[in-house]
């Protein structure tokens, strides 16, 4: 009677309807630790993409070898890509034509590439990408090339190739990971050397064993290397095996193309699996509440900071052998009184009217349970009433589900499109365990820009502050007596005009990348791989200078200036006003370097008596010599130590 | 610490118009008083009631006049007396003159202070500035008022005037408020003062702030629009979440007798390898590892100061855009604020022309910022044009934080057109939802805008600060309810709901929602089967769904359970059928669990396993139930009945009967077909055997 837990997913290999080519998904599933977590790393449990490069080596000639350089390249960029951004999905590479051999199959012309440590078809890891790195000056001897598919031969170095690939593709199943063959090659007939009825049954042969791997749910694509003066023709051989029909024959070699390009400067950014923070309640009226799905689709994205090594771990290679499961921390609680080590306090103590005043953690969270757990309306107002100032932290989305409730997006679609309509926001209260606060939930409309979803349809929930949040800075400044004079029309027709000038029209809250982040991966990858040079990264966020330049903006500026600023306007006069304070620190130093010349430093450090000095006589070395003059005596002391090199 | 002390004098009028919202003005204090004696120990803290009937003031008896003022208390350092002579504060029963308690208010505190703790002497006058004040003896009211805003600015004063109006004032002569109105617009205008005006007591507790925070910059220096054109701005926070103080882990461990023990709890990490779990890592030897693919890289901080990203204090313009390229929802962070440095008309000017060209334009402008030196990254924002409405104080800039392309999740969502028939609102239920929409305004014209978030407190704060207040007293007492005005933050205004009470029925006939009957997973169940004890509100807690981490999401619910053991059969039934991964659980478990029984039954000797058996039927019963799976149970019981007789284990039914464990019935499960009766006679039947 007992089910075996596997039985339902077992058939699914061999269901001639699970088909993925029909319905290429795209639109993949990478599992990814959670970003918060810093200490513990979560392992894939749901799906992963399994990627397979295979690429194919050519005959030896000058022209060829750039193909094969541009192959290699192509790889490597995009492991490097993929182990930032989707390092879950797992890969192979495999060389076709080939003069040794390398496969589980023991098949002719076909080399697997590996590294140690690491399953055939595995996560990439940092040893891979470098010695992939190095391939292509070992090729020839080590792996070397030979055209496998002449005539007279029974070899079909390609089929080898599907074969071996959908050996390896095996691992997972098809409805958790998206599973691809990316088929580098320059070789546009294979079977070109072939004659009559060998070259139909090779073709049918290769043809039926790629049909065989699609069958699997393992899509091909093909990525060709035409030469400028010879056009790969798809239409040749390939166009059957990765199951091309009618207009999109003619659409893809441009297409192909692109991508190729694509896969060479990928944005390294971390990818997030779509996944349900939470599971709301929304309570609309006495009663009636509809189900909620909530998503983070704006959270800042910050380096996975691991934690921190011992450094005599360093010592060796490790690393690049270590995995991180092979690592864990630890949290203790002592007891400052009595060294003993503690469970997890749950007492909290907060000195209040010279008492400490105990509280346990359940009456803290007691305090925070102001209202049920769920998001509850407390009516609209127009969405001029939300204000720029209203926000403390990134938004989060609401969509609606009916998997509890029956209905839920039926009323939700309805006060959606209400909400737009009537340029409403609700506001809300949601009751979270963290933080209960006000919320707006504005209403967005699906935006498809480019046949592509730019906005989802939806609500996004927006933190709102309370009194207690809000800082009157405005009335800060009210009482210097100077009045506050307002622009007049003359200035502000100058500065619309500038405005004019520099207008970003086409601006979109996502097209920079983070220079600080890239910078990191940058780093990351150059000290994993011991690269020498560490990547340029391009700052996309300093200001066009370019076009700042330009006469047209140079001229309305200098108008602007005039207009609010005046014709006498000095710079140098505005400095000196300002720099009251700077001179007075010139002073000090000057004053401090002349005292400090009164002291032998060098002495007093070596005999041990620089504690015997005031602080104010440290410090006179320190402002002397640039450095922090904060921290008690002995850090000064230490600071001047190291700064003496002693 | 000395340097930021504050002297506060509140200014509350107690006449009779005012009784109905003292209550919530002894508690707006109290909190106010209860952060002080936190965060602001060494505050000086005075209490002004005026409408008292009695009179007790210096001005009094020096020069005469100023009746029915009363000094509650004297400027001194924050204590927990004051809380004490706040509740309750005592009621007055005469029309008070708000500019005599102003006048009072301005004595003592120069007489305290003279010249000096400029900028920090704060006076707070709540009242409902109902009653006229008195003619002055010469000139007119705005002479005199004039005069006084003058003298607070010269003294280095700042004054805040919470005016009470509308629902929760008393009624009152127009002219009368009016010409309060103006009175206190002076002050305003003349001096650093702020009106606000209150029309419920949610508001008011919100108008007061509650804690003195001095804003630091935290950029002073140049908005480059282009390397030839500077504006000079500072920066500030404009919004921050102000928490409960981080409060310290308690060790009780400490003997009691010794009266110098900490208390203090240390935390410690350690970093072990898992194959020598004896390994320690000493601190200084700990350096920072980052995660590359399925291996850390470590970067010692010398290494990662020497390469990591080095960008150029500064502000720059990038350009400006249109408004509507900025969605609401992409601003990340709590929000800052630009204005021109303060005294220099020439950037005054400058970001006035700028930011009411871009309002009248409607155009935001794009800022790169560094803000300071040695800063490891740099934020790029927008900053929205906020146009001043008061002649002393300048235009400024708000700005948020926009995402990079890294922040953004590029989540695809099915489109509202492609879900089925049955999930459009049809058009009915559209006219009604749009007048649901109308009807439930929060801020209605000419009325005050309700939950309004500069006028609406943080009812966890204040819940805070009570229960420490409360157990600082008594350290056994209990967490206090929320308080009954700002309960209704969290709820729905019962008067709005009751207004629109026809537009709310017609809106919920229009829809009809049930609970998805073919789906009986565990977030029904987990809702169901919380401890009876817990509190109620529990029931309605949020269920953590696929939680972000799912790393703990399989921890606590555990649910890997794939069949039901031996050792704990109860617990692995419920623990499969709660599993949530995919539906064939339920039927899986309920299989199992038939298994179960079944086995037990058989092998049981001289009935040793019958209970463990009831046990499982009776878990197998109540899931049934839940999953209303009623005939699964059914069927199986009768067919183990049956079993039982064919086998001459009639001791079993018996001990079934004993048990009164039975069909279950339609009324506990709809889709059953047994009827009580039956189910009733099913037990009888049963025992003659």
Redesign the interface.
Known sequence: MELDPDDIFRDEDDDPDNDFYEEPDLQMDFPTSDFLTFHRISRPDSGFDLGFFICQHWQEDDKDETHFHIALSCISQSLKTQIINRSYDEVAICFFNTREKKNLQDLNGIYVFNVADRDDIDRPTARLIKEFDLVEESFTKEIGSKYGIVSGSRENSLYNAIWVAQALLRKGSAKTADKRILLFTNEDDPFGSFKGASKIDMTKTTLQRAEDARGLGISIELLPLGRPEEEFNVSLFYAGLIGLEGDELAQFIPSAGQKLEDMKDQLRKRMFTKRIVRKINFSIANGLSIELDSYALIRPTVPVLFFELGNDFFSSEWYLSCPIDSMQTERSFFCADTGAVLQESTKRVQIYKNKTVKLSVDELSEIKRVAPGNLCLLGFKLLSCLKDYHNLRPSTFLFPSDEDIIGSTRLFIALHRSMLRLERFAVAFYGSTSRPQLVALVAQEEVIKGGGQVEPPGLHMIYLPYSDDIRDIEELHSDSNVAAPSANEEQIKKAAALMKRIDLKEFSVCQFANPALQRHYAVLQALALEEDEIPEIKDETVPDEEGMSRPGVVKSLEEFKLAVYGENYDEENDHEKASEASKKRKATAELAAKEAANYDWGELADNGKLKDLTVAELKYYLTAHNLPVAGKKEALISRILTHMGK | MARNKEALLLLIDVGPSMHNVLPVIERVCSTLIEKK??YGKYDEVGVVLFGTQDTKNELTNEVGGYEHVVVLRNLGVV??DILETLQPLPRGTCSGDFLDAIIVGMDMLIKKYGETNK?KKRLCLITNAQCPIKDPYEGTKEDQVTIIADQM?AR?M?MESIAVRGRIGAEANQRVMEENDRLLNIFSKR??A?LVHVESPISLF??L???N?S?VTIFRGEL??????KI?VWV???????K??T????????PPT?KF???????????????EPDSF??PE????????????????SA??DA???K?EKGV??????DAG???????????N?F?PE??N??A???V???A???K??N?VA?V?CVWRQGQ???V?GVL?P?I?D???????F?F?V????????E???P??SN?PA????TEQ??EV??N???M????LPGKE?????????????E??YR???M??NN?DAA?PP?DET??K?????PE??SHNNSA?DE??RA??????PK?KKS??RLLREKPSGS?E?E?????????????TN?ATSSLKI??VGDITPVQDFEAMISRRD?P?WVD?AI??MK?KIFDLVEDSYNGDNYPKAVECLVALRKACILEQEPKQFNDFLRYLCKFCKEKKLGSFHDFLASKELTLITKTEAADSEVTEDEARSFVVKSEPM
């Open positions: 004696l936190i204590d927990a900028g600015t280095g700042r001096t650093r702020k919100g108008a702030k509650t804690r925070i804003p480059e629009v282009s390397p030839k054109m000079k500030y926070k404009k919004t921050s979440e102000e409960i103080p409060l310290k882990k308690y060790s009780d461990r400490a010794d023990a900490t208390h203090e709890v240390k935390v410690d990490y350690q970093y072990k390898r898992v194959e890592v000493p030897q700990r350096i920072k590892g980052y995660r590359y693919g399925p291996q850390v890289v470590p970067i010692s290494e990662w390469v990591k990203f960008p720059k313009l990038l350009g400006f855009t390229n900025i969605l609401r929802h992409y601003y990340m962070k709590d929000v604020i204005i303060p005294g008309t020439r005054i000017l400058a006035s022309a700028l009411r060209a871009m009248e334009a155009k794009i790169r490891g990254n740099v790029v929205t906020n001043s008061r002649e002393n104080i300048p235009d400024s708000y948020n926009l995402p990079f392309a890294e922040d953004v999740r989540f695809q969502f489109s509202f879900f049955s999930w459009q609102p239920q559209q939802t749009d649901f929409v109308q439930f305004d929060l801020a805008e309700a939950l309004l978030p500069d006028l609406t407190p943080n009812p966890v704060l819940r805070f229960s420490l207040e157990k600082s350290p967490v929320l700002l309960k933050i969290t709820e729905a205004d709005l709901l709310l809106f919920r829809f009809e929602l049930k609970e998805n789906l977030a029904r509190n509100r029931e309605h807690a949020l269920i953590p769904v696929q939680s972000a981490n799912h790393n399989e794939e069949k995919s064939i899986k299989m199992n298994n």
